[in-house]
């Protein structure tokens, strides 16, 4: 099946300290890949929706600043959380979707970042 | 209140007793997905139901549909210990092809 590999699993760092975490589709091509950031017992809130070769589109609220959002090839996309403050700890999910009939493909997920800020 | 809500909060049964997970949303669908999501892990994908099918089944779970009252359930047959996890509902727009997320059911599975 469908796999989606998500790096690092873990990260803590300093405030101030930008972070990047990666998303790979490992056997399909994702045009268009999907961050999300989950905080404790909730659902996952999207953030944006990255496109392949174009600008990611971000959800209300969410400062495309602070999350640089790459999606450079079609198995890859970059979340970049800048000058990261303790506020921006949380559990951060990738997932893709295979491109054939989208919107009736499930999404594959990645094993999510817990990202800690001191 | 948002797209994508999951009752009950928080189920606790007896291995080998059946759950039973309920979503409703709000908007017009292409298809409804059910996912389940281990402590610290990403989603695993479990089923997907169209907006034109009222029932589907896949081993020990049977999820239906019902568009008229815009919900959905979630039957899982014959629990487990290792069926213990959060399990969420995602609805496709068809408009803006984007999938929401309910707050999700936490099922814990005694055995």
């Known amino acids: 099946g469908a796999v989606v590999s998500q790096h690092p699993s873990r990260v803590i760092c300093k405030s101030g300290t930008s972070v990047k975490i990666e998303c790979r589709s490992l056997?399909?091509?994702?045009?268009?890949m999907f961050w999300y950031r989950q905080f404790p017992k909730k659902s996952l809130m999207l953030m944006a929706t990255s496109n392949e070769g174009s600008k990611a589109t971000y959800e209300q609220g969410v400062e495309k600043d602070k999350f640089l959002i790459n999606h450079a090839s079609l198995t890859l996309s970059t979340l970049t959380v800048t000058s990261a403050h303790p506020e921006d700890s949380s559990f951060y999910i990738c997932?893709?979707?295979?491109?054939?009939?989208?919107?009736?493909?499930?999404?594959?997920f990645g094993d999510g970042t817990r990202l800690s800020i001191l | 209140s948002q797209q994508g809500e999951e009752d009950p909060q928080a189920l606790s049964i007896q291995e080998g007793e059946n759950a039973t997970m309920n979503c409703s949303y709000k908007?017009?669908?292409?298809?409804l997905q059910w996912y389940r999501q281990n402590s610290g892990r990403g989603l695993v994908h479990l089923i997907l139901i169209r907006s034109n099918e009222r029932e589907k089944h896949s081993g020990r779970l049977r999820v239906t549909l019902d568009t008229s009252k815009k919900s959905s359930s979630l039957l899982i047959t014959a629990s487990r210990a290792a069926d213990t996890a959060s399990y969420f509902c995602?609805?496709?727009?068809?408009?803006?092809?984007?999938?929401?997320f309910g707050d999700g059911t936490t099922l814990t599975v005694k055995p």
């Open positions: 995602a609805t496709v727009d068809t408009n803006a092809g984007k999938s929401t």
């Open positions: 056997d399909f091509q994702a045009t268009t």
């Open positions: 908007t017009s669908i292409n298809n």
């Open positions: 997932s893709a979707r295979e491109p054939r009939g989208v919107s009736n493909q499930p999404q594959h």
